[in-house]
């Protein structure tokens, strides 16, 4: 069983679009993130929520918005696609204490042409 | 706030030589550290972690890394490289008085050459 699962692992979409990415934990995890991997493979957390709660928000465009329907799920959805917005975006989950693990998905790679 | 340095953003050495990838951190407050491994188009995968007990870690594949609070270092080691360790490091740090989300390095490919 996948830990941490993301869906799609590949998007390619054009400018101006809409898309959303989905994903679960089955850990049991009360903290979910989301992170975004550039091209030059630099990893930046983006959003975190903690039993369903927004906890970080970084500086990310408008466009970009969380959701957490439980513990167990957190989507990004994403809206007006623009070039730069092209990355690899990874779920992640944690339980508890900051020496915890974070466990992370496969990443889902999105190209915007 | 912290923050994590990773020397080398490349570094290349031979199957069966002895691997080093450097790390240094940045926390006012006792940190706790992580490496992380990325095999191509895979997500990070835990190779070990610091959290205030031993000194040195050990983690899978052979890998361990020692914390030396006098250099603010985190140094990744292996004994003997295998073809099977290239992939993309990264270190991270965390602490418990900042956010729950780690900060990462900039990351280490590493390449195994045979």
């Known amino acids: 069983d996948t830990a941490v699962s993301q869906t799609p692992k590949y998007l390619v979409t054009q400018m101006g679009n809409d898309k959303s990415i989905k994903c679960e934990q089955n850990?049991?995890?009360?903290?979910m993130y989301w992170y975004k991997q550039d091209s030059k493979k630099f990893l930046k957390i983006m959003f975190s929520?903690?039993?369903?709660?927004?906890?970080i928000n970084e500086t990310v465009p408008n466009r970009f918005s969380p959701k957490s329907p439980d513990k167990a799920h957190l989507n990004l959805h994403i809206n007006s696609l623009e070039l730069g917005d092209s990355a690899v975006y990874f779920c992640?989950?944690?339980?508890?204490?900051?020496?915890?693990?974070?466990?992370f998905g496969e990443g889902s790679w999105l190209t915007v042409v | 706030a912290q923050s994590v340095t990773q020397l080398g953003s490349h570094v290349s050495v031979s199957e069966g030589a002895l691997v080093l990838l450097r790390c240094n951190y940045s926390?006012?407050?006792?940190?706790?550290l992580f490496w992380y491994v990325q095999y191509p188009n895979q997500g990070l995968q835990l190779l070990l972690k610091?959290?205030?007990?031993?000194?040195l870690v050990k983690g899978i594949n052979g890998f361990e890394a020692e914390f030396k609070k006098s250099e603010t270092s985190f140094h990744l080691t292996k004994p003997s490289a295998h073809m099977s360790d290239a992939a993309e490091y990264f270190c991270?740090?965390?602490?418990?008085?900042?956010?729950?989300?780690?900060?990462f390095g900039s990351g280490t490919r590493l390449q195994v050459q045979p």
């Open positions: 992640a989950s944690s339980q508890g204490g900051f020496g915890n693990t974070i466990y």
């Open positions: 850990l049991g995890h009360d903290t």
């Open positions: 929520y903690n039993n369903k709660e927004l906890i």
């Open positions: 926390s006012s407050v006792p940190p706790y």
């Open positions: 610091y959290t205030s007990a031993a000194t």
């Open positions: 991270a740090v965390r602490t418990n008085t900042g956010r729950r989300a780690l900060t």
